[in-house]
C-alpha cells in the first residue's frame, strides 16, 4: 500500500509557475511508473507527465513549459510548471503505479490560473 499527498497547488498568474509535489509513504522504485494527471472544469481526466526510470513523456499541451521529476531519496515526485495558460486550471493529480497493479492515486490539488 502506498499513500501520495500531493502539495504546492494554488493561485497563479498566468505566465507564473508552480512546483506540485507528490510525496509517497513507501519507496517509490524505479520499475514504478510515475504520472501526473489533471482534470479541468467539464472534462476528463488527462495525463500530463509521466516518468519511468529515466524516461519521460508530456502531453502536446505542456510540452516544454512542464517537468517531471523524482528524487528517490524523498520518495518523492515533481512537476515544474512554467510559463502557466488559463486553460492548465485544474485539479492535478499523482498516481504511482508499481509493475502488475493498478497503482495508487492522491488526494488532487488545485491549481487556478488566472489573472
Known amino acids: 500500500q502506498v499513500q501520495l499527498v500531493e502539495s504546492g497547488g494554488g493561485l497563479v498568474q498566468p505566465g507564473g509557475s508552480l512546483r506540485l509535489s507528490c510525496a509517497a509513504s513507501?519507496?517509490?522504485?524505479?520499475?514504478?511508473?510515475l504520472g501526473w494527471y489533471r482534470r479541468a472544469p467539464g472534462k476528463q481526466r488527462e495525463l500530463v507527465a509521466s516518468?519511468?526510470?529515466?524516461?519521460?513523456k508530456y502531453a502536446d499541451s505542456v510540452k516544454g513549459r512542464f517537468t517531471i521529476s523524482k528524487d528517490n531519496t524523498k520518495n518523492t515526485v515533481y512537476l515544474f510548471m512554467n510559463s502557466l495558460k488559463p486553460e492548465d486550471t485544474a485539479v492535478y493529480y499523482c498516481r504511482v503505479v508499481p509493475p502488475g497493479s493498478l497503482g495508487y492515486w492522491g488526494q488532487g490539488t488545485q491549481v487556478t490560473v488566472s489573472s
Open positions: 516518468i519511468s526510470g529515466s524516461s519521460t
Open positions: 513507501g519507496t517509490i522504485f524505479s520499475t514504478y511508473i
